[in-house]
């Protein structure tokens, strides 16, 4: 009876390496979004979708690709993996304007 | 940006005593906040929000206090317990529907 739920829960690859990480919510929200948790525990919004419509897409560097296949679906893409993409990416989601829900994480590694 | 360079900032309290973190925000047009509690290898979880039309919201054992003059939002934590041990992140919701965390404090309780 998760929430909010994402897999896989860690992912270690090695870099260059292209990757999926994939989220679901079964709350009936029409909006969804992806964060980015560094070392230093920042939290920072990659990528919101509303209804799966992108409605905020940050400086993210556009290797990473968020597909919306269903308002109760948000997957991340991520292509030729560096260094520094790795980091603990959060999924979440929310009625417009109200506390947003968040996923348990995915632990990704890039060696 | 990211918080390079530096620490978390951290809290150490006695189990029993009461607990305050503090938040600066940014945006004094940001219309709600909201405080997340995050345990250990968990998402942040919801634990209490309040509209700028207000200046004080009680839960369960907490309290939220928001000064809109000095842009400033304050967790109070009554009796603080083992469980409450997590870094806690104020949020604020600014227009268009992100959410903007801060920073993040680490409360520790001992026992």
């Known amino acids: 009876d998760t929430a909010v739920s994402q897999t896989p829960k860690y992912l270690v690859t090695q870099m260059g390496n292209d990757k999926s990480i994939k989220c679901e919510q079964n709350?009936?929200?029409?909006?969804m979004y992806w964060y980015k948790q560094d070392s230093k525990k920042f939290l920072k919004i990659m990528f919101s979708y509303n209804n799966k419509e992108l409605i905020i897409n940050e400086t993210v560097p556009n290797r990473f690709s968020p597909k919306s296949p269903d308002k109760a679906h948000l997957n991340l893409h991520i292509n030729s993996l560096e260094l520094g993409d790795s980091a603990v990416y959060f999924c979440?989601?929310?009625?417009?304007?109200?506390?947003?829900?968040f996923g348990p994480g995915t632990r990704l590694t890039v060696l | 940006g990211e918080s390079v360079g530096l620490h978390l900032p951290t809290l150490s309290v006695q189990e029993g005593d009461n607990s305050i973190i503090n938040c600066a925000y940014s945006n004094s047009a940001s219309d709600y906040f909201i405080w997340y509690k995050q345990e250990s290898g968990k998402g942040p979880q919801f634990i209490i929000d309040i509209r700028s039309n207000m200046d004080k919201r009680q839960g369960q054992r907490v309290t939220v206090l928001l000064n809109k003059t000095v842009k400033h939002l304050s967790l109070q934590i009554a009796a603080t317990q083992p469980g409450d041990s997590a870094v806690y992140f104020c949020a604020e919701n600014s227009q268009g529907g992100k959410l903007i965390f801060g920073q993040g404090t680490e409360l520790s309780v001992k026992p």
């Open positions: 709350l009936g929200h029409d909006t």
């Open positions: 979440a989601s929310s009625e417009p304007g109200l506390q947003q829900y």
